[in-house]
């Protein structure tokens, strides 16, 4: 045989075993995927064991800042940490699906009706927030799944009220 031909031979032969390796290695590795999310996850294996981790239902939280007498406060500075939902992962030594979060730090306000809309379920938050001189912190996790999930921040006092909208009403 020519050294071309030879060449040309063991150059299919790497190609070959690279494809072959590659499917192999799509068979065995971790498929992670997220729809639009809930609080519950679950994890299902197949015959080929891929792991799929998935969250459905997803719903928004709210975060409404009023006074002590009722009346919304609009245009109320927020300083706002945030763990943000990414997706899943499973981890195959606990046989659990994990919560990829990341975290963001950024300055809002409460809207013109004292209403802002922070994120999903499954993101946490740390909100911070000065008033006649005094800082208010609430840590609130977004959990709603099958309604929205409205926070309540009461001025001066502090008091803070966590309720759901009605089961599909995405508004507080």
Not at 10 to 36: H, Q, R, W
Not at 102 to 111: A, I, P
Not at 148 to 159: D, K, N
Request: aromatic content about 8%; glycine content about 10%.
């Amino acid at each position: 045989m020519e050294n071309g031909a030879i060449a040309t031979l063991f150059v299919v032969a790497i190609l070959a075993g690279a494809v072959v390796g590659y499917f192999i290695g799509v068979n065995s590795t971790l498929n992670t995927s997220m729809k639009s999310s809930s609080v519950e996850t679950r994890a299902s294996t197949q015959l080929t064991n891929p792991v799929t981790c998935v969250q459905t239902l997803s719903a928004p939280l709210y975060l409404i800042v009023k006074n002590d007498s009722g009346t919304p406060i609009p245009n109320q500075p927020l300083t706002i940490q945030a763990h943000l939902l990414e997706g899943f992962a499973y981890n195959s030594a606990t046989g659990i699906c994990g919560s990829i979060l990341s975290t963001h730090l950024w300055m809002n306000e409460t809207g013109s009706i004292g209403k802002i809309e922070l994120g999903v379920t499954g993101d946490v938050f740390n909100i911070t927030t000065s008033y006649l001189g005094k800082t208010y912190q609430v840590n609130v996790d977004a959990e709603g799944a099958e309604s929205a999930e409205c926070v309540t921040l009461s001025l001066p006092s502090g008091a803070v009220n966590m309720t759901y909208a009605g089961q599909f009403q995405y508004q507080c």
